[in-house]
């Protein structure tokens, strides 16, 4: 038995700030270092987003990429790119932008609008040397 | 307990058109897009094929990667490379040529010439938003 | 005294055959190997776009990468993406698609749409292991 | 004649807005367009430092990668890393910060802490697809 | 039920030879190859070390990345970048230098290290064609 | 006028110590540091290379990449790759092995084998953040 799934690499370009009310100043501080820093930092996102199926007999595809591409542009990247994570998305309001976090919430967005089941895996590749990914069990 | 895998990256450059004798025209150019041009366009494709084994104690190796690439190359890149996949490629020949498909046949090809059950994934990466994967369930 | 330049990217997938009519068909083949196999290969093509000037004190930009990208995308990637070089694209009917012609061509195409000789250079990445720029001297 | 150079890359991830305060709100967001966003956005920087010299006879090196590579972090990476560049950092504070004002200020902070006409290009790499280089004449 | 993960990488460049003492000299260099060179060759090594769990609800993180990178730098990075692989790192001493031996070394000295069951995956790139990873069942 | 070049790559792994006879063990340590290690350390090496010319009107190259590519084999890959720099290439056998210097003794090298003043740039990446380059005058 094999599984097969196909990928979709989109990028943007936000700024964001990592600080919890939850936790006081000092908290903040320990927490998340300079990634606190009040006037906020950014990066290069890169979204990774995978879905899981048979290639249709027909067309040789498991998901149109041209339609997926449109998807995550249309629900995603559209309302992050050149943003403030912090204070621009809507649905990013309660969010402590980590990049675990925002894999999670781009991960429940995405498979809203995919056939059941389909959306395998969200990864979200921050700097070279940070990423994080949300996978279905 | 762990899992252990080695992975051997090939690349290769190849042209090909996406088309359906399935479909319509029409279906053709709506499922498609710019992909179904009748002149064909083409890629750079990367080429990871990963292996699953206990390293051999006296080696220290799952398997040879020496051997491996050789394999890779006899059996996929000497085949596929500077080719045109759509009349080029005898065990492409009913195949669409999308990236899903191409990941599928070459995993079976690759699995013929493999000890049981080693061959773990074939990895095709199209461009650099576009990939597909095969994977032993 | 400090030259400023700006560089901008895009990509591109196409077909081509390296094949040039004023060679016999032994010569083509000594000449161009498995580049000249009749059924055509390709590539994703990068395509780095070089401007010099002076940031202009009011915008701090030498040139706007928006307007830039724009010029690019018109003049060359919509017409040459997902295309065959040797017979999709009019201004490439008589070019040997060498990296380094369709560098040259390429130039000769956008220094006509910049202002007078900002075009700096004109650089064609067709694999990860080849590569061609033509620059103003 | 041979010209010899050595190249130390750094990177840092700052958020930024293009805003210029000699420009209408209108001419902000025609010339800027989603850069002007209120909130701002981010990237991981690359900046990229090439010295030119003779490597001396003793030690083999043009200039000490390791003492490069402090300098850059002290004057530069130090003060710009998780920051906003708009306000975060004094040495930007008028300046509009497109990657050519910032390999431009950057070049001349570099070219104070290194031997006489040493420093030969910085270059500013905002995204895969934008970048910026300031070069000595 | 959503799987999410984390991931840091770090780099080091480091020299070995793949030579083992539990073959004669011909099975050696039959074995390894061009690797078997008694003068050593090298490598810029990268490692990625991956942790799962669940974002703390307070902090929005699986774990500190920050003190992942400490853990990684202080027990692995630190005691293998600029060495020789064979006879500089006490934990390597009788580990023949695959990347797959690597990994599943760096496994077992990482997962001591972190909270029980926290360690994923730990994958060695060795140069972009060969790598090698190591994952908890 | 115009300035055209191609540029060939080439890959090669091997471990090297920077040490210079002329210095001191405190000014070795001092100047190379964790480079002076004695078991030496190695690297991913990048070898680009850059030939000037015009497009031949026969074949529209510059010059053959795949005799460049066999130049560089031949000359340098074949004598470097999987080796030791300080004790095992007899053309390196007095050469401090800092980027620079292979660079420039890579230059000489590949200048004899090609047509006169063609070799415009040997380029060396050591790794992600060290490069080093020659160029003619």
Known sequence: MKI????RTENFSASHRLYSEKLSAEENENTYGKCANLGGHGHNYTLIVTLKGIPDS??????????LKSIIRREIIDKVDHKNLNSDVPF?????PTAE???SVFFDILDDQLPNNMLQEVRIIETTKNSAAVRRA
């Open 4 to 7: 097969i799934t196909i990928s």
């Open 101 to 103: 976090n925002l894999a």
């Open 92 to 96: 990013l309001k309660a969010v402590i």
């Open 58 to 67: 027909k067309t040789g595809m498991v998901f149109s990429l041209s339609e």
